[in-house]
């Protein structure tokens, strides 16, 4: 079993920037596929990124040349460098270990998740 903390989140303007962080917890972290995902006030969670265990990436079409996702093994820490935010990308955002695209197909827990907010 893997658990998570996520962290990072935070306030800012249109247009800034902020990288969150997926810190887990337990073995076999550098054989799973990870994920961000997020879920906004009335909407159902969504796959934002995903990572292979050999650093090939996938992005959401609402995020492309935006964000970036990347992993450090050695630290069991996956990362998500937000650039150019928009008030859409206003969410709570999670990390998992990815079975596929479906934000159900997860293989752990849920954590708290991190809050990011945009607005002006």
Known sequence: ???FVE????LVQPGGSLRLSCAASGSGFRGYRM????????K???????????????????VKGRFTI??????????????????EDAAIYYCNAALGNSPRAVYFRWAQGTQ?????
């Open 44 to 62: 159902q969670r969504e796959l934002v990124a995903d990572i292979t265990s050999g650093g090939s990436t996938n992005y959401a079409d609402s």
């Open 1 to 3: 079993q893997v658990q």
């Open 116 to 120: 990011v907010t945009v607005s002006s």
């Open 70 to 87: 990347s992993r450090d093994n050695a630290k069991n820490t996956v990362y998500l460098q937000m650039t150019s935010l928009k008030p």
């Open 35 to 42: 994920a961000w995902y997020r879920q906004a006030p009335g």
């Open 7 to 10: 962290s990072g989140g935070g």
